[in-house]
């Protein structure tokens, strides 16, 4: 999992304001996933990307977007519409696809001013 | 979709005793189960997983079964130490379109939280 970076470590977000958390592999791993992590609970998928160029809705993508034009990249969003975006993000890797091991990114955590 | 339950929300045991987590899923089509361990603030570190073709898979003091009759597996951790002390997640794969062509993804249960006394 040392070839998964994120940054910032911190962010902090102004109301209406959009943000944008960076994930970066060079694991050269197919599959790329964003998870939201609030106290005391488990991960909550965001967007999941199997292949460069596409990416699908996960359990909570209301009010966040991602790109993947690059197989080393997924980029995530927060906008606007996120009216509780305070959390810990993750990030993840796997090398095919289809689940399997996932490895994490060392995470960002946003903070609302 | 899949729904993973995860129990108990958290454990306290004595230094050298055992520390069982039990996750339960929904979907009968998932066939791989891993389970990760978060220190504070740290990422999640997978610690051991096992597929739906096997029933037990045992590394050194941590093992896991799996029923997949019952839809429920489980982590067992012998001679605990503290520094085992974390956060323990299942998790269990799911397919959001079943029969067709998308890949799946995991769904991850709440969480454990385990403290070994010294």
């Known amino acids: 999992d040392g070839g998964i970076t994120q940054s910032p470590k911190y962010l902090f977000r102004k109301e209406g304001q959009n943000v944008t958390l960076s994930c970066e592999q060079n694991l050269n791993h197919d599959a790329m996933y964003w998870y939201r992590q609030d106290p005391g609970q488990g991960l909550r998928l965001i967007y999941y990307s199997q292949i460069v160029n596409d990416f699908q809705k996960g359990d909570i993508a209301e009010g966040y977007s991602v790109s993947r034009e690059k197989k080393e990249s997924f980029p995530l969003t927060v906008t606007s519409a996120q009216k509780n975006p305070t959390a810990f993000y993750l990030c993840a890797s796997s090398p095919r696809p289809d689940p399997e091991t996932q490895y994490f990114g060392p995470g960002t955590r946003l903070l609302v001013l | 979709g899949e729904n993973v339950e995860q129990h108990p929300s958290t454990l306290s045991v004595q230094e050298g005793d055992s520390a069982v987590i039990k996750c339960t899923y929904s979907d009968s089509a998932s066939n791989y189960f891993p389970w990760y361990k978060q220190e504070l603030g740290k990422r999640p570190q997978l610690i051991i997983d096992?597929?739906?073709?096997?029933g037990e898979k045992k590394d050194q003091r941590i093992a896991v079964t799996l029923n997949k009759t019952a839809k429920h597996f489980s982590l067992h951790i012998t001679e605990t130490q503290p520094e085992d002390s974390a956060v323990y997640f299942c998790?269990?794969?799911?397919?959001?379109?079943?029969?067709?062509?998308?890949?799946?993804?995991?769904?991850f249960g709440q969480g454990t939280i385990l403290t070994v006394h010294p």
């Open positions: 096992i597929r739906s073709n096997v």
């Open positions: 998790a269990a794969t799911s397919y959001p379109n079943a029969g067709g062509t998308s890949y799946g993804k995991l769904t």
